[in-house]
Structures are given as C-alpha cells and as structure tokens.
C-alpha cells in the first residue's frame, strides 16, 4: 500500500470519482461527538489565519481508497474503504464554504469551491459522477440534494414536507457548518480578546481564509491500496480496539530516536538518558487517568499539553498533542528573550520535561507549601485546568527564591478566579486567557503580582473581566447562590469564610471533607417558620413576600457547613430547637455567629445582616486589584 499526506484541495481536485461502498454503513455523524470537535478544530484554524496570516496545517487523520479499475480517458474511480464519515463530512463542509461564497457574491472562491465537489460535465459518463462523492444508497437522496442546492433556503424548501429528507444527518450536517461558516464569516465567533487585532478585516479577508484553510491547512493522510492489499484486513486492522499508545509514548519515541539518531549517543548514553530522566513517566501515577472537565485523560499527557502551551505560548489541543510537540522540538530555537529557555537538542528537551514534570509533581502534593496547597484545593472547585501552563511557568521562574511574590501571584489569580466562579462569569477563554498572559508577564520584564494584576484587570468582556466589588456585591445579594452555582462550589466559598474566622484563640482543626450544606432556615420552612403578620395581610402581600423568601434562602447569609449527619438530625426544625443544637455540636468556625443576639430571631433581615457581614469578609479574602500607579503600569505593560 502507498501512504501520504494530502491537503483536502489535492484531494478533491481534478477529475475524481469516489465511491462509499454499498456494504458500509450510512452516515451517522453528529454535532455533540464529531461536527463540534471538527468545527472547533477547523475554526481555530480559522482564527489563527486571519490574527497572524499564518497556520501549521492541521491534521484531520486517515482515510483508506481502492483503486477500481476504469477504462482509459474516464473518471478516475476509487472506493472508500475506511474513513467515509470524515470523507462525506469535509464533503458537507465544502458545499457550505462553495453556498457562503455565493451569498456574499464572491464568485471567485465559489468557483473554487464547486471544483472540489463537483466533476466537470464533458467527463463525467454517469449522472452518479457528476459529484465527487457517491455515498451508500440511503443517502445519496439527501447528499444530492444538497450538493445541488446553492442556499440554505433551498435545502431548507426542498425538505420541507419531508419526515426523512428533514431527519437525515447529511442534511443535518450541512446546516450545522452552514450556520457555523456564515457566523464566523459575521464575526460573531470572534474571541473578545482579538477585537483590536480583526477590526480591519473584511468579508473578502474571511473568505479567502476558508479558502485557504482548504487549499494548504486541512491534511489528511492518505493510504491508497494496491492490487492484491487484502482489502477487508487492513479495514478490521484499522479499526480493531487494541490498547492505544498514548501521545506521551509517541513522543518519548520520538525524541530518543533522535538522541540516537542526531545526537549520534550510543544505546549506553541513550539507556542512561532514559533512567535519569523519562523512567519515571513510565511509572503508574504517570500514566494514571485524571479528569479533566467531563473526560479522563493520563496524567503524562496532561503534563505535555500544560508544558507545550507554555515553552509555545499558544494553545494546543489535546488531539494534536503529538504533532505539535514534534513540531515544538523541530523548530526550536534559543531564544534569550524567554525567562524559560527552550532546549536546543532532543536530550535537552528529555531533560527540560523531566524537570518541569517534577514542578507538576508539586501541583499534586504541595507540603509544606501553604499558599499553593490552599490555591490548587479552591482550583478544584473552580474545576479548570487551564491556569496551569502560567503555573508551571510561574512557579519556575520564581520558586524556590522568591517564594513570597509566588504567593502573592497565587493570591491575585485565585481572586479572579473566585470572583468570577461568584459572578458566574463564563469560563470558556481561560485557555487564551492564561497563555496570553505569560507572553504578558513576560513582556512585563518577569513574573510579579503586579503585573499578574494589571494584565487580568484589563478585561473588559464577561469572558475575561476582573469582576469588581459591585459585581460581586449583586452576585452575593441579589441572586441565589445555592442552587445556581453546583454545591461543590458554594462549599468551597464557606469553606473559605469558615477559614477566615478562624480566631487566634481557636483550636487549629484540619477541615473535614464530607462537610454538607445546610440552609439555616431550611427550604421547607411553612411548618415551623411562619411569615410575619405584616407579610400576610392580603394574598398578594403573602405571595411576594414567599417569593422574596424562597430566594433569601439560597443566599450566603443563610447557608453553612455541618456534618452530614447532623444535617440530617436538624431538618426543619423550628429556630428554637435548631439554634441549640447547632451550637452544642457544630465545631465549625462559621457557627460562633449564632451565638449573638443578632441571631436570636432567624428571618429575612437577620439573614441580610449575616449576608452583609460574610460579603465584608469576602472582599477581604479576594480583593480586586488595587488600584495599579501609572508608573506600575507602564512598566507591566
């Protein structure tokens, strides 16, 4: 068999005919597991063309053709073997890009565009050969439609009516990247953080960026079969589920290779190299999955992804993770400008991973290091991991000899961090937001508080902003808080005020880990917490006055910690029973607040004057940013 690397516009050029095989099954791709991530992938290509007007290309993996034997000067016909979802997809996708193209009267790309799905007439033999793309029987109604169609709002007509057509994931697919392409081409998928840099670019820049994309950034590796390949052993091959190597077993292959190879070291030297330094990614914690947002990912991998994003200063997506570290070795380059130098030889990059690992080692058991130990368990409620590539790098420039302004960067990340898990401010930019601000620090002149605070207060969008004290002030007062943020998090909020209260005269206690929630005022409280007689006048008094309740109760004021089953012992017992109880048992340091008179009567304003007193607290737990001297600006920017 030959295999090579091929662009989606080599591909689909010229004169070629290919054919899905009638034994495979029907397209049956979708948005949540394959459109979504192909997108992602695809418009992050997008967005890297049009900010720097340049892209490595982007590897979609492979696909398997038969040669099927024609007669000379006819189309030339292959079959495709493996691979046809990702084959009829980028198909879609390109009829999208070709119907985009059209609307906005860019007929040029267009053009282009139709060459790649489309054969010409004075070749094709067969109305089947008009397109390049022939899928299995169940789908070619669907296919053809929207291959012929030139705008949404034909498919949209020509489906209508019917059940089938209306249900089929061709059809779904092509809307999917239609709506996707026409966005992106609005700006609308824009990132807040490139405003200044795309505030130029025109309709005609972001097409020609499709374009290109297709023309040089989409590569697929291409295996074509030759006679006598047994066809249907090469698909089970393929597709068989043996244990996968992991990126990090690609890499390690990759660079002791060149030790070898490069560097000319004997399998001595290499063996030597090995036990010094990689030995000990080969152990079980290394290569133990981890959670990362809703997947489980070996804990190598997400130290090389974490440590690729910072040596690069970009973004690197997990599914790439091997090519863009082969990439990172082969162009590597001194650079003195960088607080981190970059290895310049396969053994120093072998080295330089195992001593940045043994920094991710201290992420894991932080003893003796207060400050990090107490960031990394409020990390943990936030549940992001994208501030670890500006930990690593920070962590390494200052630790061990300047432990104090380490800490003090803890501090400010960790109030930005909490502020906005408060607020509620979406998370989705933190990837860009944290590789950005290591290029930031770094321009600063080195990794300080100040300038960790002056970058991260100069956002102005939800995704990025330093959320401020009124902010935080109609978080905390006017929005519950349990119920919309998930109880993990709201734990770790009182958790944090139960820490502050903590008196010098208090016993030092290690905080329990099954602590649970407890509405002090508890959510069924008709039976033994009554409205007072001003709040039951008239029914419309009554009904706004248990609205008002209903969501006081899921304040801060009204929430603490206890042990759980204690939690279940209490229940919703009166204030008179309950305050007792929570005071004989309860130990926790957020409890010393109902021993005052201020808590003798437990209704809305005794929960608003708590709320007020733990709202004070908090500003001084996570502050904003003070306010930055121009001077001190000057020089963190």
């Known amino acids: 068999m030959d295999a090579k690397t091929a662009q989606l516009d080599a591909l689909f050029d010229g004169n070629k005919f290919y054919q899905v095989p009638l034994f495979q099954r029907p397209y049956v791709w979708n ?126 007509q020509a489906i209508k009516g019917d059940a089938d057509l209306s249900a089929s994931n061709i059809i779904g697919a092509y809307r999917y990247f239609s709506r996707r392409l026409v966005a992106w081409a609005a700006g609308e998928l824009d990132d807040e953080l490139d405003a200044d840099a795309l505030s130029d670019r025109t309709v005609e820049d972001r097409l020609e960026c499709i374009w290109l994309a297709v023309q040089d950034g989409l590569q697929l590796v291409v295996i074509n079969l030759a006679i006598g390949d047994e066809t249907q052993v090469i698909f089970e091959t393929l597709n068989a589920r043996g244990t996968e190597l992991l990126p990090a077993d690609l890499i390690k292959n990759f660079l002791f290779r060149k030790v070898a190879s490069v560097e000319g070291a004997t399998e001595k030297d290499v063996e030597k190299l090995y036990a010094k330094h990689w030995e000990r990614f080969d152990s079980k914690f290394w290569r133990e999955p981890v959670q990362q947002g809703r997947i489980y990912r070996p804990r190598i991998d997400l130290f090389i992804n974490h440590y690729l994003s910072m040596m690069t200063r970009d973004e690197v997506k997990s599914t790439h993770l091997f090519n863009a570290y082969k990439r990172f070795v082969e162009e590597a380059s001194a650079d003195p400008s960088t607080s981190i130098p970059v290895p310049t030889t396969p053994a120093k990059h072998v080295a330089h991973l195992a001593e940045l690992g043994g920094v991710f080692l201290a992420f894991y058991d932080p003893t003796g290091h207060d400050a990090l130990a107490l960031f990394l368990r409020r990390l943990d409620a936030v549940d992001t991991a994208t501030v670890y590539p500006f930990l690593l790098y920070a962590h390494s420039v200052l630790m061990p000899d300047n432990q104090k302004e380490f800490d003090k960067v803890l501090g400010v990340l960790e109030s930005f961090l ?220």
Not at 65 to 89: M, Y
């Open 31 to 156: 948005e949540k597991e394959n459109w979504g991530h192909l997108w992602e992938d695809i418009q992050n290509l997008l967005d890297k063309r049009l900010r720097t007007g340049r892209v490595h290309p982007h590897f979609m993996g492979a696909i398997v053709l038969e040669q099927v034997p024609n007669p000379a000067g006819s189309i030339e016909t292959r079959l495709v073997i493996d691979g046809q979802q990702r084959f009829t997809t980028l198909q879609l996708f390109l009829v999208a890009a070709r119907n985009l193209c059209a609307s906005k009267g860019a007929e040029r790309f267009a053009g282009r565009f139709t060459g790649l799905i489309e054969n010409a007439a004075n070749r094709a033999e067969t109305e089947e050969e008009r397109f390049k793309l022939l899928p299995t029987n169940s789908d070619r109604p669907a296919f053809r439609l929207v291959c012929e169609s030139g705008a949404d709002a034909e498919v949209e």
């Open 418 to 637: 909490m502020r906005r898990l408060i607020t509620n401010f979406t998370p989705k930019n933190y990837n860009r937001l944290f590789v950005d601000l290591i290029k930031a620090v770094e321009r600063s002149g080195g990794v300080s508080a100040t300038a960790v605070a002056v970058y991260l207060s100069r956002g102005a969008g939800e995704s990025t902003k330093f959320p401020t004290d009124d902010e935080l002030l109609v978080a905390i007062f006017e929005q519950e808080l349990y119920g919309r943020l998930a109880q993990r998090k709201v734990r770790a909020i009182l958790e944090a005020l139960d820490a502050y209260a903590m008196s010098s005269k208090s016993e030092a206690v290690a905080m329990p880990t099954k602590l649970t929630i407890e509405h002090v005022m508890p959510q069924a409280w008709l039976t033994h917490w009554p409205l007072p007689e001003e709040a039951q006048v008239d029914e419309l008094t009554r009904q706004k006055a248990m609205a008002r309740r209903s969501v006081m109760l899921n304040t801060l004021g009204n929430l603490t910690l206890i042990n759980e089953k204690f939690n279940s012992s209490l229940q919703n017992a009166a204030w008179t029973h309950k305050r007792p109880e929570l005071l004989k048992f309860s130990k926790m340091n957020l409890t010393r607040y109902f021993h005052g008179i201020e808590a003798d009567v437990w209704d809305e304003a005794a929960i608003r004057a708590r709320t007020e007193k733990m709202f004070a607290e908090l500003l001084q737990i996570w502050p904003a940013p003070r306010t930055i001297l121009p001077e001190e600006r000057e020089v963190a920017e």
